[in-house]
């Protein structure tokens, strides 16, 4: 079981097309920012445009199902697909904030001790944050308090972003529940 | 029944440690925290396996046939 073999089957599947656009997003793209904490498993945000979807809205991962299916990994979870003993959740670009992060995530270095060195994508710090500020469930709120107190973020993108996706509303009311003054308002 | 005056112990220098080791952890390389992370969810495994266990025999306790 490995995190790093997990994320170098999910460079295969978009060496080999069976995803596209594709990024590190959740808990373990906060990783590559702040302290780590648990998370049971591993966010690929995936965008959509080559994927079947059907008239009811519902998009279909088979492209991903078969090339998993082809390296060997054929066990689900509840959690998504078993990957070196990871549930690996895709989760299909669903906003217009995700577009956006998807589109400006960055080359992350995996392991460069690794032959060839390992690369993958991941989203930037601002964008995880307004995604969580989005989201709104506590735990989102925390990782957001944890970005802020490790002063990690560029704070003028991070109102850019909000203010584009109509999510200012949403970061006073996160402050407020922090019990925090409103860092933005200084920048 | 407590002063309201007690004198509390001051554990700045407590919360100062533990903000420069969350500093110090947050530091790490990418490839240094993803071994934490498989650490981290080997020792919670036996957890979140009861877990589980546990939701599933909630869940057949109340299907109707039992």
Redesign the interface.
């Known amino acids: 079981?490995?995190?790093?073999k997990t994320?170098e089957v999910v460079t295969k599947l978009a060496e080999q097309g069976a995803i596209q656009r594709y990024a590190i997003a959740g808990a373990?793209a906060a990783?590559?920012?702040?302290?780590?904490t648990?998370?049971?498993d591993l966010d690929i945000l995936v965008s959509v445009a080559h994927f079947e979807r059907r008239q009811s809205g519902l998009i279909l991962l088979t492209p991903i199902e078969k090339a998993l299916a082809n390296m060997g990994y054929t066990e689900r979870s509840d959690v998504g697909y078993m990957i070196e003993g990871?549930p690996v959740q895709f989760l299909p670009v669903a906003s217009a904030l995700d577009e956006e992060a998807l589109e400006k995530a960055t080359e992350?270095?995996?392991?460069?001790?690794g032959n060839p060195p390992l690369k993958a994508r991941c989203l930037r710090a601002e964008h995880i944050v307004a995604i969580a500020v989005q989201l709104g469930r506590l735990k989102d709120l925390a990782r957001v308090q944890a970005f802020l107190?490790?002063d990690?973020l560029d704070l003028i993108a991070v109102e850019d972003i909000l203010e584009r996706h109509a999510l200012l509303e949403a970061w006073r009311s996160f402050c407020t529940k922090a019990g925090i003054e409103n860092p933005l308002a200084a920048s | 029944m407590k002063n309201r005056h007690s004198q509390y112990p001051d554990i700045s220098d407590i919360l100062a440690h533990k903000?420069a080791g969350?500093?110090q952890?947050?530091a790490?390389s990418?490839?240094e925290?993803?071994?934490?992370?498989?650490a981290?969810?080997?020792r919670?495994g036996p957890i979140?396996q009861a877990r589980e266990f546990r939701r599933r025999q909630k869940l057949k306790s109340m299907s109707p046939r039992g």
């Open positions: 079981m490995s995190l790093r994320i373990v990783l590559n920012y702040i302290e780590p648990l998370t049971e990871w992350l270095d995996v392991d460069l001790a107190d490790q990690v | 903000a969350r500093r952890r947050a790490l990418f490839a925290k993803l071994v934490i992370l498989d981290l969810k080997e919670v979140v």
